[in-house]
């Protein structure tokens, strides 16, 4: 049980909920008042309101992200009077419901029984208090996790490098906006780059990257119910025809998969593990199911989601969809990735310099690849000498804090429990068992900088055949890219 403690007013909170924030925050909550200890306290009488809406207005004084943003929440009745030496954090209707001082924070309505289905239902527009105040509440007052910074990109299905632009996305207009910009191009159309395209994502890295999206684009070709053999046959072409690209043009081809049409299987999910592909990217943490299962009631709350036992499911959010939702991703810790095609930019790049400037108000911003987003999924904490590493990814590249003797990395909540973590830096390669979900090293003299890899028993096998070609996935390809290039063209 972990030494630092959060003190509840009261026992109104759902023990189904208390488990899981314990289990999130690493805390250990207590009941009653504590004249060392500031408390949180809630107006348990208070309900929600299904048929009526109010809008939340977070002051200046709330910490960012939530500085000054506006959430859409349900309605409920009560509100604060604040005291002498309170501060107003959020208001609705003009007067306080979440209140803070040195003795603690109030909220002006009751929790909910969480019970059979995620927590992260209660983080959610609509409804995040007063789950969302309880956790920057235990944040300020415990020593808990440091989550990731804030990271951010923009991810496009479908381009290619065939030309300096694909549609209405022009490469050469995205690297002076300042953002970062991947694009998830079809293996299939991997068998050929201009020579200026390539150059350009050669120098600007920065902000141009690629990243895997299906192989042929067949529409549910990650999602089919169909023999495992099937499944592998595509994703290993899938692997051969970006490693085929990536020898010719020295240019790297993240292994992020972005499925097409935004759904894949669990058989692929499992299958894409075994390939080595660091993540999938997809609005959904289990993209085969309708809703999360309900013995994890931790997702969505987390940097990423880890699926069948080690595949991390970063998640994405289209760029026509209300940004208010970025505020509570950003909260918690998950990147903003906005997703959409290039028929989202035919009026020009303002949609993206639009979308950018809402990221910046979450707080400051790195714009980086997917692959550097996913090395980056993971929460620390230092405990004396030791440095704690909580993973939410296959691979990480970590800064060693001065101090530090020792590291424990624990594998978190998604992998399996028969594998093994191997630490590297620039003098040594050291692996480890995981036992009970923590690796522990001893380096010695400690590195700045060491990269963790999961390190998984299985590996995929290629087929015996990889199977006829078809011709079908190219006629179909040539077709919508044919469309695509030709939408621009009339409208000039």
């Known amino acids: 049980m972990s030494s630092a403690r959060v003190i509840l007013a009261s026992a109104a909170i759902g023990g189904a909920c208390l488990e899981a924030l314990t289990e999130l925050l690493d805390v250990r909550f207590e009941f009653g008042e504590h004249a060392d200890a500031p408390t949180f306290s809630v107006n348990a009488d208070s309900v929600l309101s299904d048929r009526a809406s109010l809008v939340v207005e977070f002051t200046a004084d709330a910490e960012p992200p939530l500085r000054n943003a506006r959430l859409p929440h349900l309605a409920f009745a009560t509100r604060l009077v604040p005291s002498r030496g309170e501060r107003v954090l959020a208001n609705a209707d003009g007067r306080p419901v979440w209140t803070r001082s040195a003795a603690g924070d109030r909220v002006a309505t009751g929790f909910e029984e969480t019970r059979d289905r995620p927590l992260r239902e209660c983080v959610s527009l609509g409804r995040f208090l007063p789950i969302l105040p309880l956790i920057d509440f235990a944040r300020r007052v415990a020593p808990t996790w440091t989550r990731p910074p804030l990271r951010a990109a923009f991810l496009f299905d479908d381009p290619n490098l065939h030309a300096m632009s694909y549609g209405y996305l022009d ?183 639009d979308a950018a400037a809402d990221v910046a108000r979450l707080g400051p911003a790195q714009w980086s690849t997917l692959e550097d987003i996913c090395r980056s999924n993971y929460e620390s904490r230092v405990v004396g000498d030791q440095l704690r590493l909580r993973l939410h990814t296959r691979r990480a590249q970590v800064r060693i804090p001065e101090g530090v003797q020792t590291i424990c990395v624990e594998t978190g909540i998604g992998f399996s429990e028969s594998l093994r973590v191997r630490m590297r830096s620039a003098a040594t390669i050291l692996e480890q068992e995981v036992v009970d979900g923590q690796a522990r090293f001893t380096p010695g003299v400690t590195p700045a900088v060491v990269e963790l890899e999961v390190l998984l028993d299985e590996a995929l096998e290629p087929p015996a055949s990889p199977g006829l070609p078809h011709p079908w996935p190219w006629i179909r390809r040539a077709v919508t890219e044919g469309r695509d290039r030709g939408r621009v063209r009339l409208g000039r």
């Open 171 to 353: 490469y050469r207009t995205v690297v002076r906006a300042n953002i970062h910009v991947a694009v998830a191009m079809i293996p299939l159309d991997a068998w050929y780059a201009s020579r200026d395209a390539v150059a350009l994502f050669r120098e600007r890295s920065d902000a141009l990257s690629i990243v895997c999206h299906g192989n042929d684009h067949l529409r549910r070709e990650l999602a089919r119910d169909e023999e495992r053999e099937a499944v592998t046959r595509r994703l290993v072409q899938a692997v051969r025809r970006i490693r085929r690209f990536e020898e010719r043009y020295g240019v790297h081809v993240q292994r992020v998969m972005a499925p097409p049409y935004g759904v894949c299987s669990q058989v692929a999910a499992e299958e894409l593990l075994a390939a080595g592909f660091e993540a999938l990217c997809v609005s959904r943490p289990y993209p085969w199911l309708s809703a999360p299962p309900v013995d994890r009631p931790l997702a969505g709350l987390q940097p990423a989601e880890v699926v069948v036992g080690g595949l991390p499911v970063i998640p994405r959010l289209h760029l026509g969809q209300p940004h208010d939702e970025l505020v509570l991703r950003a909260f918690l810790g998950q990147p903003v990735i906005l997703y959409g095609h290039h028929e989202d930019v035919s009026s020009g790049t303002d949609v993206l310099l």
